[in-house]
């Protein structure tokens, strides 16, 4: 307990101190802890950073890079896309959603951040993630002691009245990467305290109980590349190399039990999936699509269930049918526009429409934002999306910064199987840390007529 409680009070004194010389700075922490919170909350704190930023904004320079300037032009398409989109109301409904891919970008060119303050935000996060891990916990054992139903400890409820280990708006995965930068950040700590080291396994632990099989996976090879080149062990080069020899060793004796999985999965009617499922298996589903099925059947049937994978697999599908039958190359549908054709889609199909408790997968979205980029925003939206991925990697492996390396490498991984950043909460996720790793990387200044 004192090793805990002189950590927070040092959090704490980072906090009043850099408060001091930068008065936008406790503003942009309180975004960032606010980020799993209510979204009027965030946005009340989003609200305040922006206006700290316009009150200190005469002793700042106005600082434009590449970095900061791809966001703000993908929003500008978003909005752009209200003149062409077949469903106006839904696109401008959903532009609100999208401002903070505007906002931040901008907050960040009149925002002069440190080093230090860059990190103690970041330890602050850390530690404020911890907390929300330890609530969810605290409440999960509550409500097993009540219900004895074991569910409570994993993934998210499958509706507002369901029981999981956080609460279904939150979302498993999303939160999964919230906490996966909270646990880099105590992994990669030089000084291996045993704080640290408990605090590491708190989180590691959390993730595995969110159950994100894509997280998870990414999150191990992570941690192998962390060791392997950016650790203190990394030095030692004969331990690196025998690391690496019995990883190549490991992976050619498994080979054939990999691809015997990815067989099973692809060819056979199996409800294991890679992915997590987007609707909740009901008793009157009585067949498991494959993905091969989900790539090639011509008529499906409401009884039939989709496994995350074959569900991803399916909805590829309808975009590729959607390149070929619709003229969205270069424009797209239009924001958020995209659910009237999966709705129909879905009918043709003949796929599960729903019922009084569980909604139906004509109503999900692409869960694949590269795939959602280019459906709704054409290939502009697809390479700005693919853009700005690319420089913020480049950036973080230029920079050493091993943290910025995981968002980078997290967020390419997340997008394969998450509609990301067409939810609020995880655009400005995205926004916020992308510009704090970003923004003072290759800033051009703008030069003054006078």
């Known amino acids: 307990m004192a090793i805990i409680y002189n950590s927070l009070k040092n959090v704490w004194n980072n906090l009043l101190n850099e408060s001091k010389t930068n008065i936008s700075f406790l503003p942009l922490v309180l975004l960032m802890i606010s980020i799993p919170l209510?979204?009027?909350?965030?946005?009340?704190?989003?609200?305040?950073?922006?206006?700290?930023?316009?009150?200190?904004?005469?002793?700042?320079k106005l600082s434009f890079s590449l970095v900061l300037m791809l966001p703000i032009v993908l929003f500008l398409w978003m909005g752009l896309s209200y003149f062409w989109s077949i469903d106006p109301s839904r696109t401008i409904n959903a532009i609100p959603k999208e401002i903070t891919l505007l906002i931040i970008p901008l907050s960040f060119s009149f925002f002069l951040i440190s080093k230090s303050q860059k990190q103690t935000s970041i330890r602050i996060y850390s530690f404020a993630m911890v907390f929300f891990v330890v609530y969810y916990l605290v409440r999960a054992i509550i409500r097993y002691a009540i219900t004895q139903d074991s569910k409570v400890f994993f993934y998210h409820g499958e509706n507002d009245d369901d029981y999981g280990l956080v609460p279904k708006l939150l979302n498993a995965i999303h939160f999964s990467v919230f906490v996966a930068i909270a646990f880099f950040y105590f992994f990669t700590q030089e000084v291996k305290t045993k704080l640290n080291i408990g605090l590491s396994l708190l989180l590691f632990g959390f993730i595995v109980l969110l159950s994100s099989k894509n997280i998870i996976l990414v999150l191990i090879i992570l941690i192998a590349i962390y060791l392997l080149f950016y650790s203190k062990i990394a030095n030692k080069m004969r331990l690196r190399n025998l690391i690496v020899l019995l990883t190549i060793l490991g992976l050619a004796l498994s080979f054939g039990k990999i691809k015997e999985r990815f067989e099973a999965e692809f060819q056979q009617n199996t409800a294991k999936s890679l992915s997590h499922n987007v609707v909740k298996r009901s008793v009157q589903s009585v067949h498991n699509i494959s993905i091969y099925e989900a790539w090639n059947n011509k008529k499906f049937y409401p009884n039939a269930f989709f496994p995350g994978t074959a569900f991803r697999v399916y909805q590829a599908r309808l975009f590729f049918e959607f390149l070929e039958e619709e003229?969205?190359?270069?424009?797209?549908?239009?924001?958020?526009?995209?659910?009237?054709?999966?709705?129909?889609k879905g009918k043709k199909y003949d796929v599960f429409l729903?019922?009084?408790?569980?909604?139906?997968?004509?109503?999900?979205?692409?869960?694949?934002?590269?795939?959602?980029?280019?459906?709704?925003?054409?290939?502009?939206?697809?390479?700005?999306?693919?853009?700005?991925?690319?420089?913020?990697?480049?950036?973080?492996?230029?920079?050493?910064?091993?943290?910025?390396?995981?968002?980078?490498?997290?967020?390419?991984?997340l997008f394969l199987t998450e509609s990301f950043l067409w939810r609020q909460r995880g655009m400005v996720f995205f926004a916020l840390f992308y510009c704090l790793f970003n923004h003072k990387d290759a800033l051009i200044p703008l030069k003054s007529k006078s």
Not at 38 to 60: P, R, T
Not at 327 to 336: A, D, E, H, R
Not at 354 to 373: L, W
Not at 379 to 394: A, P, S
């Open 354 to 413: 729903g019922d009084e408790k569980t909604e139906g997968y004509q109503m999900k979205n692409f869960h694949n934002q590269y795939i959602q980029n280019f459906a709704e925003l054409g290939v502009i939206g697809f390479v700005l999306l693919i853009l700005i991925l690319g420089l913020n990697l480049k950036n973080a492996f230029k920079s050493k910064d091993f943290i910025h390396i995981a968002f980078a490498i997290l967020m390419i991984s």
């Open 327 to 344: 003229p969205i190359f270069w424009k797209g549908f239009g924001l958020n526009a995209s659910l009237v054709k999966i709705e129909e």
């Open 38 to 60: 209510n979204l009027g909350i965030n946005n009340v704190f989003l609200v305040v950073f922006v206006v700290s930023i316009l009150m200190n904004k005469n002793k700042s």
